[in-house]
């Protein structure tokens, strides 16, 4: 039986200017770009695929169009995080609530905090980036309510890059796409890993559903490489994100509909 899979996306929020940044300087964003950007990355997860469930826009919440740090899917259960940004907090609530018909949920608590954008699942991998948003205290959390399933979690550190997967995300089957100089190759030795080319440091994030992966347009030199690897390439431009410090993965909660496994 195949498997109908879910996107939960966001409308971008028209209060995305005011976005956390921390590596980037600030730079104006045209809203409705960024909106008619979305809607293609959009299609693009439709068109392989996934049932795209959009919820409304949080117009208090600016980086609410980042909806991947705000849980972790698993088959067997969802995390519901706590980012580490106090202005970005708020934005679990609604996809908690987007989830429950889905998974049995875990809450991270106080003090523990943990962006999605730092958490890396590779199988019964799980590996979470000690970030400026993320600490040790989440991923114990992490590991008392997955290791029953089976998942071992990992913490490992992160070199000036927000995210662990702003350096480090799977392309295919065992393999991953990495930037070596925000994080060191040898905790990856397990697998097959592709560095980015170094002229393009942001080049390490894709989206991957099956054989393809999205990406975007920017970074053609790691493109190439990518495509020698033998994965599929569906390109998107999300300029107008990417000057919020996002990037593809956190555009989305990718995840297999059925409940299973709930208790
Ligand atoms: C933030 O700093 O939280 C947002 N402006 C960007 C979050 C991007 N999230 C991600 O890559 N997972």
Known sequence: MTQTKIAITRQVSRAIIRCELTH???????????????????TVLA??????????????????????????????????????????????????????PYRTLVTIEASGTVDGGDVLTVGKDIYVGLSTRSNQQAV????????????????LHVNDCLHLKSAVTEIAEDTLLINPTW???????????????????????????????????????????????GVTVHNVNVSELIKAEGAVTCCSLIFNAHNQGRK
């Open 140 to 155: 114990e959390q992490m590991a008392k309510a997955l290791n029953p399933y089976g998942y071992r979690v990992q913490a």
């Open 47 to 100: 068109a392989l695929g996934c049932q795209v469930i959009q919820l409304p826009e949080e117009p208090e919440l600016p980086d609410s169009v980042f909806v991947e740090d705000a849980a972790i899917v698993l088959d067997e259960v969802a995390i519901i995080t706590r980012p580490g940004a106090d202005s970005r907090k708020p934005e679990t609530y609604s996809i908690a609530r987007a989830l429950v």
């Open 24 to 42: 980037l300087d600030r730079q104006p964003i045209d809203l409705d770009l960024a909106r008619r950007q979305h809607h293609h990355y959009e």
């Open 183 to 229: 994080i060191d190759r040898s905790l990856f030795s397990g697998y097959r890993l592709i560095e980015i080319d170094p002229s393009e440091p942001y080049a390490a994030n894709v989206v991957r559903i099956g054989g393809a992966i999205v990406y975007p347009i920017d970074y053609p030199r790691t493109q190439v490489k990518i495509e020698a690897a």
